[in-house]
């Protein structure tokens, strides 16, 4: 027992220290090793709004020296710090940055689904707000937004325009179209908007292609496979154009030179060339880059950094002498990653140290699970790649239903997220059904073959349930506890690509609250079929076989329907295969990092204590929090 306790208390601390040292490296990278300052504020906006907001800012920005800004717009469901790559960048050549995230996004405030449109969803108010700042040269302000924050960006054009000295002077889309036709005002978003719709009607647009921007600069970073940007249809075909040739289609034409009506005689377009043409007095600048990424991945690919950097350090120019590739964001992602690794073996020694203590003892068997010799019978093998096969096939079925129905629309005043409320009906609906072939198994093989809920510890007790929950509780309340203090001393989070370990506020919380049974009941489901009825040599015939084969079966049906978009992508360049549902093959990529990490935490919990249901509680509670956190809060209006 005493041996126990100081091998857990040995893994705990070193976790500890990896993920202080990770937030100690991404400090370092943020902050430029101490040339620039990193503050997270909340402001109110001058629509009466709270906004939450990062803000870098070089160590010679001041009242004497006001430098250039960049106001960044993040995508859909993420928040300020997804595209930190970009802001860390611009920050050390001189730009103060202001990240801000969207209403109803991180710590933002939530609005209805058509009052957040007021004022950009957030950006126009926070690009009035750097404006005011006295370290901040209002007269070179430039904004940027990936996704739905490129549509953020359409809305802000709006009202800049209104004013006689308009505070935007350059435009960076990325993986996000530009507007190209005088009645494409009218559809900003994903929702009607009440402003831009009533201006656009007034303006009277016929579908036309003009010149939206005025004199601004404005480039787009167009990645090749984008999933949802850079779609044109052949005029004759009808089909859609392969997005690799985007540059050759009349938007980019259009765009590309300023807003002219393209005809066969118009060239196509180049990629990383300037286009010029004096507007009103100033020489306005065009510029598309197409870097090798979907639509999720363009804000960390290094490419599409370089882009970014090198379109700002043309269009409103520091003093700055680095080169555009010269990148020190690559610590930043090491140091988070290592943070996020470090978490997740947080937990797991957490859990394993607590249970070596009272009150928390008696959720632990005496003795370690060992793993089982599988039945050698022809029959015990159809049965198991029956069920393989059943519980592989549904989950894919089950998405596209889930898709097609819309689940992930589903906001009525209750549920309030739509993607995490899919992600948890999604788990929930296969568990149920793993549940079911479990049953039939059971039943109609297992009992007749000597083996017991006893013999495979799925039995249990409520007292027992009760401490267990008591004790995932504790074990996700001192991870949550790190968490924090990493923020409070380096500012940063735990987070891989996507995938973010982050603070919340009580109403993320709250909205975690109500989506939580659904991934519990997922999460516990999956635990007890990785340990109880698998951990023997059917699946691998040593241990780590057996958990390394079931780690990726449990992937693999997202795994297979992301790969079967994106496949039909790469190869043909129209992002066709799921038909009109673009987001299908991006939104099967999000699942797989916590399903790959996930039956690791539970199969260390479950060797030590014999017990499935703690790993799967634990697991159910950080994904749900780690989902409701990244994704948007939206209500009716």
């Known amino acids: 027992m ?20 990770g937030g100690f490296l991404a400090n370092l990278a ?18 009466g709004h709270t906004i939450s907001a990062d803000v870098l800012i070089p160590n010679e920005a001041g009242e004497e020296n006001p430098l250039p800004a960049i106001v960044w717009a993040h995508g859909g469901n993420a928040n300020k710090e997804r595209s930190d790559n970009f802001q860390i960048e611009w920050a050390r050549r001189g730009y103060v940055v202001v990240s801000f995230d969207l209403y109803g996004h991180g710590e933002s405030e939530v609005l209805n689904d058509t009052e957040w449109f007021d004022n950009g969803r957030g950006l126009y108010d926070t690009v009035q707000y750097v404006a005011t700042l006295p370290y901040v040269d209002a007269d070179r302000i430039a904004v940027s937004g990936h ?13 800049d325009n209104e004013l006689e000295t308009p505070l ?18 009218a559809s900003f978003g994903y929702f009607p908007g009440k402003t831009n719709t009533t201006q656009a009607a007034e303006k009277g647009g016929n579908g036309e292609y003009f010149n939206y921007y005025g004199n601004r600069d404005v480039g787009i970073i167009a990645d090749k496979y984008d999933d949802f940007s850079f779609k044109e249809k052949d005029e004759k075909t009808g089909e859609m154009k392969p997005n690799p040739e985007f540059l050759k289609s009349n938007n980019a034409k259009s765009f590309l030179n300023f807003g002219i009506t393209p005809d066969e005689k118009t060239e196509d377009g180049l990629e990383g060339q300037w286009y010029e043409q004096e507007i009103d007095g100033k020489t306005a600048k065009r510029i598309i880059y197409m870097p090798l990424a979907t639509h999720g991945t363009s804000v960390y690919v290094p490419d599409a950094c370089t882009d970014a950097v090198e379109f700002m ?34 937990v797991t020694g957490v859990a394993l140290l607590l249970v070596q203590y009272e009150p928390f003892k008696g959720v632990s068997a005496d003795r370690d699970a060992t793993m089982r010799l599988a039945a050698n019978d022809k029959k015990g093998k159809i049965w198991l790649t029956g069920c393989l096969l059943v519980n592989t096939v549904f989950p894919l079925l089950s998405a596209l239903v889930l898709f097609h129905f819309k689940v992930d629309k589903v906001v009525d005043g209750f549920f309030m997220q739509g993607m995490p409320l899919f992600y948890g009906v999604w788990g929930t609906v296969n568990a149920i059904f793993v549940i079911l072939t479990t049953i039939i198994w059971y039943n109609c093989y297992a009992k007749k073959n000597g083996i017991s809920l006893d013999s495979i510890d799925m039995r249990t007790s409520a007292a027992q349930i009760g401490k267990t929950i008591a004790t995932a509780l504790v074990v996700t309340g001192m991870a949550f506890v790190l968490l924090f203090s990493v923020k409070f001393f380096f500012n940063t989070d735990f987070r891989f690509l996507y995938w973010a370990v982050r603070p919340f506020n009580a109403r993320r919380m709250l909205e975690a609250m109500k989506l939580l049974p659904f991934f519990t009941v997922a999460y516990v489901t999956a635990s007890i079929f990785i340990n109880c009825l698998n951990f023997n040599t059917s699946f691998g015939k040593t241990e780590r076989k057996n958990i390394c084969l079931l780690a990726f079966l449990n992937i693999l049906p997202p795994l297979l329907l992301a790969v079967a978009g994106y496949g039909y992508f790469f190869i043909t360049g129209v992002n066709g295969f799921y038909g009109t549902n673009n987001q299908i093959s991006d939104w099967m990529v999000a699942p797989l990092v916590p399903m790959l ?6 199969r260390a919990i479950y060797k030590k204590t014999r017990n499935p249901y703690l790993g799967g509680i634990i697991n159910a509670v950080i994904i749900t929090i780690m989902t409701c956190v990244n994704a948007q809060i939206v209500f009716p209006a």
């Not at 005493?2 to 857990?8: Q, T, W």
């Not at 996704?147 to 009202?159: A, C, F, P, Q, Y």
């Not at 080169?323 to 988070?336: E, R, S």
């Open 2 to 21: 005493e041996k126990n306790k100081k091998k857990y208390g040995l893994l705990v601390a070193v976790a500890l220290c990896v993920c202080l040292l």
């Open 147 to 159: 996704s739905r924050g490129g549509n953020t960006i359409h809305e802000s054009v709006l009202l």
């Open 30 to 47: 943020q902050t430029d090793f101490g040339k620039v300052t990193k503050k997270t504020i909340l402001f109110e906006s001058n629509s």
């Open 168 to 185: 935007i002077k350059a435009i960076l889309y990325v993986g996000r179209d530009a507007i190209y036709r005088d009645n494409e005002t």
């Open 313 to 346: 350090q043309t269009v409103i120019p520091t003093d700055s002498t680095l080169k555009a590739d010269n990148h020190i964001f690559p610590l930043k992602t090491l140091g988070c990653l290592m943070g996020f690794a470090g978490f997740f073996v947080f």
């Open 597 to 602: 990490v996930t039956p690791f935490v539970t």
